[in-house]
């Protein structure tokens, strides 16, 4: 991207590092990447791109905790705080044997642009404890959860910064963390998290959010690009909690579903597959696999190459990526997971004429639920489920229609304007605020 950072003004790549060489298997090099880009096209001031460039904080504590056999051992805690021009901080908190510093980066960096694309008021964060929740009995965990959420006293809070669950994280969790801020202010500080259960101020319909924001935009979608509104043939990648949900939701719409898969297996049937019958197997049995289903048997790379419709990835980061992007016979990509195509693909696709809706944007309806709630519990009230499925849709079409109108306005990709849009709002923002130093 050196070239597009010389663009923003003369002498500005040899006074900031530039991003280094792409790596497909980076998520913060894929999202310094895309902001390069943005930033270059925008012509954002130098200042506010090298202050856009850097998290705002970033704070790592020792986590001493007491073991079942009464011995000790420290984890490594994390949380890093990327932007809070738009609002407090808000973003993952996740349990993971394999925590990475650099993906919290980018998490957190990606929380910011996504919260700014659908127009919440939030900064974005992310964090979470180096530990292998299968592992660990739940005593363990609960207490290097209450110890993450102590030493991270000063920085937490509803006006603050707010954790929503990711990767390895449940309800109960959530919970945990809201009971210790809750305990040492004195006071049931509700808000500090999203994804609590229902009776502890939780929302209806978080479980849905991100399959029912992905259905929005895919109808508008459809339209937008031609594909059949009614019975496109849809191939679906990842059958977990969004995209079995999506499933069960599109074909409750009447849509075509073709082809899905999970970890173990994938089915293929251009009939249309029995989709309430799959669910309830995976509801039953963990997986696809064993299923009694007569759809043709088939790997996850030919589910990615077959024609269709609309392919939905929903399952891993860069599932689409430079090697089989050619091979790709979609007429639209709509991501479901975060980052299932990667940067390089992305451009590929683009050269063959295939639109894809960005992550970003498609799958933004979980961020739209985690301020529902923080609004909820602020108000000290609960919505109906019809009040906040159609606050969703308006939120994910308001964030379609100002994308589609910047795409317009600079000839980009969907994925720049979507970049674009949020990286404009982030610094228009931070230069209203000014600089205190």
């Known amino acids: 991207m050196t070239k597009e950072v010389e663009a923003l003004k003369p002498g500005l790549a040899r006074s900031i590092a530039p991003t280094p060489a792409l790596d497909e298997e980076t998520p913060f090099a894929t999202m310094m990447s895309l902001y390069d880009e943005a930033a270059a096209k925008l012509g954002i001031d130098p200042s506010n791109y090298a202050i856009l460039r850097k998290p705002d904080r970033e704070v790592a504590v020792a986590l001493p905790v007491k073991l079942d056999d009464g011995t000790w051992t420290v984890f490594d805690g994390y949380r890093v705080q990327h932007n809070q021009g738009l609002g407090p901080f808000t973003g993952p908190f996740r349990v993971s044997g394999d925590l990475k510093i650099d993906e919290l980066r980018a998490l957190a960096a990606w929380m910011t642009w996504k919260c700014a694309l659908i127009n919440v008021p939030f900064g974005g964060a992310a964090g979470g404890i180096r530990i292998e929740p299968r592992k660990r009995s739940r005593g363990e965990l609960e207490r290097a959860v209450r110890r993450y959420t102590a030493s991270l006293l000063d920085v937490l809070g509803p006006e603050k910064d707010i954790l929503t669950p990711d990767i390895g994280t449940d309800e109960n969790m959530m919970a945990w963390i809201m009971d210790t801020v809750s305990t040492h202010e004195r006071t049931t500080a509700s808000a500090v998290v999203t994804g609590k259960p229902m009776a502890l101020g939780g929302s209806r319909l978080s479980a849905e959010a991100v399959a029912l924001g992905l259905r929005t935009i895919l109808r508008l979608a ?141 799958n933004a309806g979980g961020v739209v639920l985690d301020y529902f709630e923080w609004v909820q519990n602020r108000q000290g009230l609960s919505w109906l489920e019809e009040v906040i499925e159609k606050r969703l849709g308006r939120f994910m079409t308001e964030a379609w229609q100002a994308v589609l109108e910047l795409q317009s306005r600079h000839a980009v990709r969907l994925r720049m304007a979507a970049n674009m849009l949020a990286v404009e709002r982030v610094a228009r923002a931070d230069q209203m605020r000014g600089i205190y130093a």
Not at 254 to 267: P, R
Not at 340 to 359: H, N, Q, T, Y
């Open 222 to 362: 459809l339209e937008r690009f031609g594909a059949p509104a009614t019975r496109p043939r849809i191939h679906l990648q990842g059958l977990g909690v969004v995209g079995g949900t999506l499933a069960g939701l599109l074909d409750a719409d009447g849509m075509k579903i073709v082809a899905v898969s999970d970890v173990t297996t994938a089915l293929y049937d251009e009939r249309g597959l029995d989709v309430p019958a799959l669910l309830d197997w995976v509801r039953e049995h963990g997986s696809l696999e064993g299923t009694p289903s007569s759809a043709e048997r088939i790997s996850n790379e030919d589910l990615l190459r077959r024609p269709c419709d609309v392919l939905i990835p929903c399952a891993v980061p860069n599932a689409i990526h430079s090697h089989n992007a050619r091979e790709i016979q979609a007429k639209l990509v709509v991501e479901g997971a975060h980052g299932p195509v990667s940067a390089r693909a992305d451009r590929i696709l683009d050269e063959r004429g295939i639109p894809i809706v960005p992550d970003i944007l498609a």
